[in-house]
């Protein structure tokens, strides 16, 4: 399979509980995109890498989120001190120049 | 500045004509997009409008109009079949930003 990879597909956590989702994108896009989305509503951007550089990150959502790529490859999204409104399901996306993203299945979070 | 899909959710008969409303508050140039999400799967593009003729056409039978005096890019297609049964989101990439930014989504249902 050469799409987008999500790792976990689903996870558990209880509020205060730290999180991290992985996303390894195709190989030859330099482009990562980090989407939240909630039930009944479309995917809402939270950040945007180029190659290692985090060109845009104003719409995380809070401080406790935070995300990165280290080598322009693989990107991590962390959520620290969850809390029960951070469940939702957590998409990558990938492109090699912007026009087309290509999505991953998504981590499905749940805070209890 | 959103993106406002104007049918959350849409029933048809198999061979009836489809059309989906996208309006956008962007100003300024943009990149228009619908995306689709079949049921168990992950996102991907239906068609994409960027310059040129304003009719486009995408997979699957589907086409889309930019209107640019109205902010509109409204999905349509002349006879759904039970397959196309998905989601439907339309979104704008402002060219100003990186950030490609989702409406809610129409959820369509083709009954046999």
């Known amino acids: 399979d050469t799409g987008v990879s999500q790792d976990p597909r689903h996870k558990i956590t209880k509020r205060g509980q730290n999180v991290t989702f992985r996303c390894d994108p195709i190989?030859?896009?330099?482009?990562l995109y980090w989407y939240r989305q909630t039930l009944g509503q479309g995917p809402e951007f939270l950040t945007y890498?180029?190659?290692?550089?985090?060109?845009?990150k104003s719409r995380l959502l809070s401080d406790r989120f935070s995300a990165e790529r280290p080598k322009g490859s693989f990107s991590t999204l962390e959520i620290q001190r969850t809390e029960q409104g951070d469940s939702a399901m957590y998409l990558c996306?990938?492109?090699?120049?912007?026009?087309?993203?290509?999505f991953g299945s998504g981590t499905q979070l749940s805070v209890l | 500045q959103s993106v406002s899909q104007h049918n959350h959710h849409v029933i048809l008969s198999e061979a009836a004509s489809l059309e989906l409303g996208c309006n956008y508050s962007y100003g300024g140039t943009v990149n228009l997009f619908w995306y689709v999400q079949y049921p168990g799967q992950h996102l991907q593009l239906l068609l994409k409008?960027?310059?040129?003729?304003?009719l486009v056409k995408g997979i699957k039978g589907f086409e889309a109009e930019f209107i640019k005096s109205k902010f509109s890019f409204n999905l349509r297609k002349p006879s759904v079949q039970w397959s196309d049964t998905a989601e439907y989101f339309c979104a704008v990439n402002p060219n100003s930003g990186y950030a490609l930014n989702f409406g809610k989504g129409t959820s369509l249902l083709v009954t046999p």
């Open positions: 409008y960027f310059s040129g003729d304003p």
């Open positions: 190989s030859e896009h330099n482009r």
């Open positions: 890498f180029q190659n290692e550089a985090q060109l845009e």
């Open positions: 996306a990938s492109s090699p120049q912007g026009e087309k993203l290509f």
